[in-house]
């Protein structure tokens, strides 16, 4: 079964740039989510989808993040004016619904702000 | 405000002897806890579970124990191998009525297995 599918991997940009990650999930899986991971931190929820509707993007910083999750299937985030506070790992999981705890993590996009 | 917290940022094990690592949460609502092994430039890897309906979950060399009254868990790895060295993350989560919420993760301890 094939797993989570992140792209691009690594990604450097200037701040005040836009940049655009992408993600597959394990086929089936009907709930997606996208976490931030910082240097030395765990991962933080971003936002959750169930399907194309989003679950909660409390923690999603509005003014410049936004998700979307079109078709229920994959997903892209994107960040909008990026800050040098923006450079962390940037994870998706999924799982099969919203009755199910566990979560498959991506491999991670890797972003560096200069 | 950490939610979850795992206060040793390392620890060292020799091959074969028991590896514990341990968490503590504050939360009262999480019902689900998770640990998560994360080699470098991976994804964390889903390793074991408990419902906070139960009090330890065994799943070959690990074994989780949560202890609700002290809001604390452990993971438990015997005996351990060199493959085991990597960051160990603990995640808990709630059910908030809409099904499982994200979850919230501890900062994760780096086990190093020493032959």
């Known amino acids: 079964e094939a797993g989570v599918a992140q792209s691009p991997r690594y990604k450097i940009i200037e701040k005040r740039q836009s940049v655009a990650f992408w993600c597959n999930p394990i086929?089936?899986?009907?709930?997606l989510y996208w976490y931030q991971q910082i240097l030395g931190q765990g991962p933080k929820l971003l936002i959750q989808f169930q399907n194309n509707g989003v679950v909660d993007d409390s923690q999603l910083p509005k003014d410049r993040f936004s998700a979307e999750r079109l078709k229920g299937v994959d997903s892209t985030l994107k960040i909008q004016p990026a800050k040098l506070e923006d450079s962390a790992v940037y994870l998706c999981?999924?799982?099969?619904?919203?009755?199910?705890?566990?979560?498959?993590f991506g491999p991670g996009t890797r972003l560096t702000v200069t | 405000d950490q939610q979850v917290k795992q206060n040793s940022p390392s620890l060292s094990v020799q091959e074969g002897r028991i590896s514990i690592l341990n968490c503590d949460y504050t939360n009262s609502m999480f019902d689900y806890f998770l640990w998560y092994k994360k080699y470098p430039a991976e994804g964390p890897t889903f390793l074991i579970s408990?419902?906070?309906?139960?009090d330890k979950n065994e799943d070959g060399r690990f074994t989780v124990f949560l202890n609700k009254s002290a809001k604390h868990l452990s993971l438990h790895i015997v005996p351990s191998q060199p493959g085991d060295s990597a960051v160990y993350f603990c995640a808990a989560s709630a059910d908030s009525g809409g099904g499982a919420d994200g979850l919230t993760f501890g900062k994760g301890t780096h086990l190093i297995i020493q032959p």
């Open positions: 999981a999924s799982s099969l619904g919203l009755g199910s705890y566990e979560q498959y």
């Open positions: 086929s089936g899986h009907a709930t």
């Open positions: 408990i419902s906070s309906i139960k």
